[in-house]
C-alpha cells in the first residue's frame, strides 16, 4: 500500500468552537455499525473521517463506498488509502441493497473509490449496485457520488442509465490549487464529466472544500464554472486535515463567510446551496433530491426578511 508523502511538519492549525462535534453514542449508531460490520462494508464515513458520522449514523444513514477501500489516485485531502485495489467483488452490488433494505432508509447515498486500473473504470459495478438497490428499494431514493471516470462518456452513461435521483461528482477546489489537491485529476475535466452527466438529463451535484488558500475570487470563480455546466446543487464546507501526511489547513473559513457564499450560490441560480463549516457532500444529501425545495426556502427567507 502507497504511503502519501508528508505534506508539512508546521503544527496543526487549532480549531475553532464552531467545528466541535459531537462524538458517536446511541441505539441507531449502534445498529448502524452492527449492519456495516456484519455485511463487510466499506463506509466513506468511516474511512474519510467524516466528522458528521455521528450525527447521520445516529439517525439511522450512512454513504456507503463500493469498489472497495484501496484508491488507484492519492490526493492529497483524502484519508482514503492509496494502492493497488483488490479484486472487483460482483457480489458486492446485492450486499449494498441488503444492507440499505435492513436500514430501512428513505434515502442512501453511494460513493467509490478510483479504479482507475478497470477498463469501465468500475462503472458496471456502479450500474449493477443501483440496479440491485432500486429492485430492493423501490422507495428509496438515492444519491450517487461518482468518480471523473476520466470523462469517457460511455462510462459516465452506464451510470446515467441505472437512473439515481441525483448524480454527483466533486470538483473539490478550486482550478489553480486542483494539481496539488487532486493529484491525478483535471479540473475542466471534472467540469466535463458534470455537464455529460446533466447532458444526460441527470439531477447534478457538486461540492468544494475552503481553507486549502484559495481566495474569494476563486471559490466565486469555481460556482460560476459549475453554473455554468448547469449543477443543480452545491455543497460547501470546511477542508480538515486528516491526518499530519495530508495537505495542512491554510485557515478555518468563519461561518459568516459560508452564510455569504450560500447567497452567491443561489444568486448564480443553483437549485440548492448546502454551505458551513462542517457541511460533507452527503450532509442532509435528502434535501437535495427535490427540485425547487432549497430554492424556494431561501426565497422564502429573503421574503421574510423584507
Known amino acids: 500500500m502507497q504511503e502519501l508523502p508528508v505534506i508539512s511538519d508546521k503544527p496543526r492549525v487549532k480549531k ?3 467545528l466541535r462535534v ?3 453514542i446511541g441505539q441507531e449508531y449502534k445498529h448502524v455499525r452492527g449492519l456495516v460490520d456484519q455485511h463487510k462494508l466499506h463506509t466513506i464515513c468511516e474511512s474519510g473521517n467524516c466528522p458528521n458520522m455521528g450525527e447521520c449514523w445516529g439517525a439511522g444513514t450512512a454513504t456507503f463506498m463500493i469498489l472497495g477501500n484501496i484508491c488507484t489516485r ?14 472487483v467483488d460482483w457480489d458486492e452490488p446485492q450486499r449494498v441493497a441488503e444492507a440499505i433494505s435492513l436500514m430501512k432508509v428513505k434515502h442512501a447515498v453511494i460513493t467509490s473509490v478510483d479504479r482507475d486500473e478497470l477498463k469501465d473504470g468500475g462503472s458496471i459495478i456502479w450500474h449493477n449496485t443501483i440496479k440491485a438497490v432500486k429492485a430492493l428499494n423501490p422507495e428509496t431514493t438515492l444519491e450517487t457520488l461518482i468518480p471523473d471516470f476520466k470523462a469517457d462518456r460511455e462510462n459516465i452513461q452506464r ?3 441505472a437512473a439515481p435521483e441525483v448524480i454527483s461528482h466533486n470538483i473539490e477546489t478550486v482550478e489553480r490549487l486542483t494539481r496539488q489537491v487532486r493529484i491525478q485529476a483535471k479540473y ?9 452527466l446533466k447532458e444526460g438529463g441527470s439531477r447534478t451535484k457538486s461540492g468544494i472544500m475552503l481553507g486549502l488558500g484559495e481566495t474569494k475570487e476563486e471559490i466565486v470563480e469555481t460556482l460560476k464554472d459549475l453554473a455554468g455546466v448547469q449543477v443543480d446543487v452545491v455543497t460547501i464546507g470546511q477542508y480538515l486535515q486528516p491526518t499530519s501526511k495530508h495537505l495542512p489547513v491554510a485557515r478555518f473559513v468563519h461561518p ?4 455569504e457564499l450560500r447567497e452567491i450560490g443561489y444568486e448564480l441560480g443553483f437549485d440548492y446551496v448546502e454551505s458551513g463549516p462542517l457541511v460533507r457532500s452527503s450532509y442532509h444529501s435528502e434535501r437535495h433530491v427535490d427540485k425547487g425545495y432549497g430554492r424556494g426556502k431561501w426565497l422564502e427567507e429573503k421574503r421574510v426578511a423584507g
Open 16 to 18: 475553532p468552537d464552531w
Open 256 to 259: 459568516d463567510e459560508f452564510k
Open 188 to 196: 475542466r475535466r471534472s467540469l466535463d464529466t458534470l455537464r455529460i
Open 74 to 87: 492519492s490526493c492529497g485531502f483524502c484519508a482514503v488509502a492509496t494502492g493497488r485495489p483488490e479484486a
Open 22 to 24: 459531537k462524538l458517536p
Open 159 to 161: 451510470v446515467i442509465d
